[in-house]
């Protein structure tokens, strides 16, 4: 072969076609990009299979045979497992918008809002200087409430009503509110409401006695309070009379001792001059009243006089100088009288708690045969701690029952594990209810109503409500509402619960209707 007629080096002659080794690279390339899509597929259909579904939130929950990622929610109706798990709501929001006191800023972007424009899901807007609430009562005319807020340079004591269905508001302004006083406590009277509130004067403070009717304020005498610390005050109407309670301490300063004073509800004059009515020998603190027919009942907070004092220092140190002084714990418990109306006793006051007890807090209302129903707060650990035991009692004018602990402790009863949420550092708040049941209507029958509502509100949580018996057990568990979220309720009537929700520096009140609601396969 002639030079011209080789072919170049490192290529194939032009009548000979590619030899296989040439072939292979194209063929390898095909396979292997297959080899790949089928590894990355098998990947992604094991993770699909393996991996948690996530719930709300984000948050994981372990896989469930038969589950979707579109599988309702445990508080879904259509999740038989939902259902089981947690109980029916027994609250729904009534009537129109919360009724605003003060300045409510603008509407979060976020969850829908629960009734009195609440958030069940998140915790609640507080801002210094907000409107301050009280105690809520009821009256023929819905329901009132004793607030204060800034204003007119200062702080001005007010009077909100709400009709029973919340869809009517108005504010009644009182006075000003000088010194760092409490809202005023108030007490319906028919169709009127009373108000007192507390005010400081030269000889230390005084109580000053309104009657409300309609937008018409009708101010009473006014009543020396004395210097002691405590502002705690209660008011309460039963036929044309009128009774108001406070504590004070006595001229040696060695105890705490319950005073009382009524008035004539129509004229608002004086009718007794204040005098006590606790023991002699009772260091007592924190009086309610509440009316019953015929009469009052008197309860109140007595201590032992000689308090435990528990102390970081170590046992056997007597010396005061170099002893970590701890928080006093006394013996504390509840003492209870009824009254006429005229606010006379018509039997001396009883222990209705165990005298070795530690009552902290504690709420009435009436019960079976116009009894009272009290609901208190034991626990033996510094004051705002979480834990300590809710206690109910049923009061009758022939003698009390025995304290039953409805929850908290070792002793709770009633309340299902996947529902409670402890006790915290809440108080009890008693509400009435129902005086009697719907036709037919057997304990937690559906449609049936509660004698009396329990509601411990907590800073570290949704609001826990729970309905109780005219004898003050425990109905159902203790649980949260999701129309209630963080609200507090303040005052009841029937199935109607008024409800505050704090928003920046206003409050917003709103109603709710509570029934005993169960299951449908019940």
């Given at each position: 072969m002639e030079p011209s007629q080789r072919a170049p080096q490192g290529s194939?002659?032009?009548?000979?076609?590619?030899?296989?080794?040439?072939?292979?690279?194209?063929?390898f390339a095909w396979k292997g990009a297959l080899g790949v899509a089928l590894v990355v597929g098998a990947?992604?259909?094991?993770?699909?299979?393996?991996?948690?579904?996530?719930?709300?939130?984000?948050?994981?929950?372990?896989?469930?045979?038969?589950?979707?990622?579109?599988?309702?929610?445990?508080?879904?109706?259509?999740?038989?497992?939902?259902?089981?798990?947690?109980?029916?709501?027994?609250c729904a929001a009534a009537g129109p918008a919360p009724f605003v006191i003060g300045d409510a800023p603008p509407a979060p972007r976020g969850p829908e809002q629960g009734a009195g424009g609440g958030e069940p899901t998140g915790p609640e807007d507080l801002a210094p200087f907000a409107v301050e609430i009280g105690r809520g009562t009821t009256f023929s005319g819905g329901f009132a409430v004793g607030a204060q807020r800034e204003a007119e340079g200062g702080t001005v004591a007010m009077v909100a009503t709400l009709s029973a269905d919340g869809a009517q508001g108005k504010l009644v302004r009182l006075a000003r509110s000088r010194g760092?006083?409490?809202?005023?406590?108030?007490?319906?009277?028919?169709?009127?409401?009373?108000?007192?509130?507390?005010?400081?004067?030269?000889?230390?403070?005084?109580?000053?006695i309104a009657k409300i009717d309609g937008e018409h304020v009708t101010w009473g005498a006014e009543l020396?309070?004395?210097?002691?610390?405590?502002?705690?005050?209660?008011v309460a109407a039963s036929g044309e009379r009128a009774v108001v309670v406070w504590d004070d301490v006595t001229r040696d300063g060695k105890r705490s001792r319950i005073m009382l004073a009524s008035a004539d509800v129509g004229t608002m004059r004086s009718v007794t001059s204040p005098r006590p009515v606790s023991q002699p020998s009772t260091d007592a603190e924190t009086p309610r009243v509440i009316a019953r027919p015929g009469g009052y009942w008197l309860a109140y907070i007595a201590r032992a006089e000689e308090p435990a004092r528990r102390a970081s220092a170590k046992a056997g140190d007597d010396d005061e100088d170099t002893a970590a002084a701890g928080e006093t714990i006394t013996h504390q418990w509840i003492e209870v009288a009824p009254m006429d109306e005229t606010g006379a006793l018509t039997n001396t006051p009883r222990a209705i708690t165990p005298k070795d007890g530690h009552v902290l807090a504690y709420d009435l209302t009436l019960g079976e045969d116009d009894g009272l129903i009290l609901a208190f707060r034991d626990d033996d650990t510094p004051s705002g701690s979480s834990g300590g035991r809710i206690g109910t009692v049923l009061v009758r004018l022939g003698g009390a029952g025995e304290p039953r602990v409805i929850v908290g402790g070792d002793r709770e009863q009633d309340t299902p594990p996947e529902a409670a949420l402890g006790v915290g550092a809440g108080v009890p708040a008693l509400l009435p209810g129902s005086r009697g049941r719907a036709p037919g209507g057997q304990p937690g029958a559906a449609g049936a109503h509660a004698?009396?509502?329990?509601?411990?509100?907590?800073?570290?949580?949704?609001?826990?409500?729970?309905?109780?018996?005219?004898?003050?057990?425990?109905?159902?568990?203790?649980?949260?509402?999701?129309?209630?979220?963080?609200?507090?309720p303040i005052a009841a009537q029937a199935e109607a619960l008024l409800v505050a929700h704090p928003a920046g520096k206003a409050m917003k009140l709103g109603v709710l209707r509570c029934t005993l609601a169960t299951p449908a396969s019940k």
């Open positions: 194939a002659p032009a009548d000979r076609r590619p030899p296989p080794p040439e072939e292979e690279p194209e063929g990947l992604v259909v094991w993770r699909a299979c393996s991996a948690p579904e996530s719930g709300a939130g984000g948050s994981s929950a372990p896989a469930t045979p038969g589950a979707s990622a579109a599988a309702p929610g445990a508080n879904d109706p259509a999740d038989p497992a939902g259902a089981a798990a947690l109980p029916p709501p027994r760092d006083m409490d809202p005023p406590v108030v007490a319906g009277a028919g169709g009127a409401i009373l108000a007192a509130m507390l005010e400081p004067n030269a000889g230390g403070r005084a109580i000053k020396a309070e004395g210097r002691d610390e405590s502002l705690a005050l209660d004698a009396a509502w329990l509601a411990i509100a907590n800073a570290s949580g949704p609001t826990q409500l729970a309905a109780l018996t005219a004898r003050g057990e425990l109905e159902g568990g203790l649980h949260a509402e999701p129309a209630l979220g963080r609200g507090e």
